[in-house]
Nanobody, 126 residues
């Protein structure tokens, strides 16, 4: 049973930074395509960023509104994926969740992910 546990959320002022972590256990982490999603109150869950890893290296993909501000990375030795968020805006306020699927291919569709964390709250004040 794969478990994902996020941490690092909190309250930050606009323009500030946060680094989210997602620790995985119970599976072969290096095989997983990992992603971050977020859900703001009253809105649908949306894709933030994803990262895959294979023998040929790391691939990343970002939602357009996050490009240049957010960076996703992973440490397979620690079974952890990170989301560095810079230049945060009030509209980034949401519950951020990590997700995993046992595939080398990046996906942006929530239905393609098998494993989910409980989420961590990020609040950006203006």
């Amino acid at each position: 049973q794969v478990q994902l546990v996020e941490s690092g959320g909190g309250l930050v002022q606009a323009g500030g930074s946060l680094r989210l972590s997602c620790a995985a256990s119970g599976g072969t982490f290096s095989r997983y395509n990992m992603a971050w999603f977020r859900q703001a109150p009253g809105k649908e869950r949306e894709f933030v960023a994803a990262i895959s890893w294979s023998g040929s290296g790391v691939s990343t993909y970002y939602a357009d509104s996050m490009k240049g501000r957010f960076t996703v990375s992973r440490d397979n030795a620690k079974n952890t994926v990170y989301l560095q968020m810079n230049s945060l805006k009030p509209e980034d306020t949401a519950v951020y969740s990590c997700a995993g699927r046992e595939s080398p291919d990046i996906a942006v569709d929530t239905t393609l992910y098998n494993y989910w964390g409980q989420g961590t709250q990020v609040t950006v004040s203006s």
